[in-house]
């Protein structure tokens, strides 16, 4: 089966520009997160949607992140305007769920964000 | 907040079993352990996940302690292709969805 897509896999930008970013995540997942990873940490969660509804959002830094997920199947991330601790990667991720047991989450390779 | 602690890093020889430990001790009694490695420049990996019970596949095994304050994920001959960092994680419930939480990792070296 297909994994989760996403693009672009690079991105450089100067602080002040904005980004997107996309990512589809794996047929029929309804589960879909973005994590922000820095350099030597481990990833941290921005905003998990449940279908196209946010579930959690509380570490967006909504003054200039947003995040939508059309119709519960893709979703884009956005940063207006970007700052330089913004660089990192930004990876998505999906689950499906198959009772308590069953469920695990699928990433995507990410992309890697570099801001000048 | 991150619920696991693993040492920042470990070396292993090519051959021999690599033992990751995890503490979690303020897991909850529906809190699955999960474990993630990451290769430089990919997404996370599933290795392995469990309750309570020892879980072994085909990747791992892992060895959650009774009391469930602490795990450890045994690669049984481990590879130069197994150097990654590896992530303990638990998964709790939140607003009726499952919310993985990372901490820092163990940056895990095979050494030829």
């Known amino acids: 089966e297909a994994g989760v897509a996403q693009s672009p896999r690079y991105k450089i930008i100067e602080k002040r520009q904005s980004v997107a970013f996309w990512c589809n995540p794996i047929?029929?997942?309804?589960?879909l997160y973005w994590y922000q990873q820095i350099l030597g940490q481990g990833p941290k969660l921005l905003i998990q949607?449940?279908?196209?509804?946010?579930?959690?959002d509380s570490q967006l830094p909504k003054d200039r992140f947003s995040a939508e997920r059309l119709k519960g199947v893709d979703s884009t991330l956005k940063i207006q305007p970007a700052k330089l601790e913004d660089s990192a990667v930004y990876l998505c991720?999906?689950?499906?769920?198959?009772?308590?047991?069953?469920?695990?989450?699928?990433f995507g390779s990410g992309t890697q964000l570099s801001v000048l | 907040d991150a619920k696991t602690t693993q040492p920042p890093s470990m070396d292993c020889a090519e051959g021999r079993a690599a033992n990751l430990p995890c503490n979690h001790s303020?897991?909850?009694?529906?809190?699955?352990v999960y474990w993630y490695r990451q290769i430089h420049s990919q997404g996370p990996q599933y290795i392995i996940h469990?309750?309570?019970n020892n879980e072994t596949n085909e990747m791992a095994s892992l060895i959650i302690t009774e009391d469930r304050k602490s795990s450890t994920l045994i690669l049984p001959h481990a590879t130069l292709r197994d150097t990654a960092v590896y992530y303990c994680?638990?998964?709790?419930?939140?607003?009726?969805?499952?919310?993985?939480?990372f901490g820092t990792g163990t940056r895990l070296k095979v050494l030829a």
């Open positions: 991720a999906s689950s499906a769920y198959w009772g308590a047991r069953g469920e695990k989450l699928f």
């Open positions: 303020t897991i909850s009694g529906n809190e699955y």
């Open positions: 994680i638990v998964r709790v419930v939140a607003s009726g969805t499952y919310k993985y939480i």
């Open positions: 047929s029929g997942h309804a589960t």
């Open positions: 469990g309750l309570k």
């Open positions: 949607f449940q279908n196209n509804g946010v579930v959690d």
